[in-house]
T-cell receptor, first 112, second 114 residues
Framework: AQSVTQLDSQVPVFEEAPVELRCNYS??????LFWYVQYPNQGLQLLLK??????LVKGINGFEAEFNKSQTSFHLRKPSVHISDTAEYFC??????????FGAGTILRVKS | GAGVSQSPRYKVAKRGQDVALRCDPI?????LFWYQQALGQGPEFLTY????????KSGLPSDRFFAERPEGSVSTLKIQRTQQEDSAVYLC????????????FGPGTRLTVT
């Protein structure tokens, strides 16, 4: 069965600093990869997705992620974070079928 | 347009009570998913509908959990004889077509079993 590992449970960072949230997945077959963001008391919002093609994927709010098949990773990056980016971020994988398998989440805390 | 809505947003149940959680997907969306999110964890898949057909219920944790979508739109997740371990946020998501890769999530229902 698929699994997703988010290597950091919390990432504190100062405003305007760069950030990387790490995600590794377990699969030797083709997968679709996603990053979702969850603000307090809200549902999940899709940040970006990798389906095929270019390994560098750009999403909303200035986020991007790079798919690395050999390392089975899909790390999320932003060159300069804002206070408003404080939220929980989930990496997810979808293989054949329709269900998403999520990681445990990484809480990004942006400090001023 | 309107997104996925869920009701109630918060539910407190005494252990042993039955609860029903409602999901209104985006109009016209064929696929509907239920996920369970325990505190401090990522969402975990419960079940999946395509129109009114429940195609995958492999994630339902016990036979106390039951989901339906009788007319292919609104869905209800029912939990019978609730237990404390059922306390979680229950998320509903919908997608436009069967193989759509983007799922749109509702705000969730937070269930607390006392």
């Amino acid at each position: 069965a698929q699994s997703v590992t988010q290597l950091d449970s919390q990432v504190p960072v100062f405003e305007e600093a760069p950030v990387e949230l790490r995600c590794n997945y377990s699969s030797s077959v083709s997968v679709y990869l996603f990053w979702y963001v969850q603000y307090p008391n809200q549902g999940l919002q899709l940040l970006l997705k990798y389906l095929s093609g270019s390994t560098l994927v750009k999403g909303i709010n200035g986020f991007e992620a790079e798919f690395n098949k050999s390392q089975t990773s899909f790390h999320l990056r932003k060159p300069s974070v804002h206070i408003s980016d404080t939220a929980e971020y989930f990496c997810a994988v979808k293989e054949y079928g329709n269900k998403l398998v999520f990681g445990a989440g990484t809480i990004l805390r942006v400090k001023s | 347009g309107a997104g996925v809505s869920q009701s109630p947003r918060y539910k407190v149940a005494k252990r042993g009570q039955d609860v029903a959680l409602r999901c209104d997907p985006i109009s016209g969306h064929v696929s509907l998913f239920w996920y369970q999110q325990a505190l401090g964890q990522g969402p975990e898949f419960l079940t999946y509908f395509q129109n009114e057909a429940q195609l995958d219920k492999s994630g339902l944790p016990s036979d106390r959990f039951f989901a339906e979508r009788p007319e292919g739109s609104v869905s209800t997740l029912k939990i019978q004889r609730t237990q404390q371990e059922d306390s979680a946020v229950y998320l509903c998501a919908s997608s436009l077509v069967r193989e759509a890769h983007e799922q749109y999530f509702g705000p969730g229902t937070r269930l607390t079993v006392t």
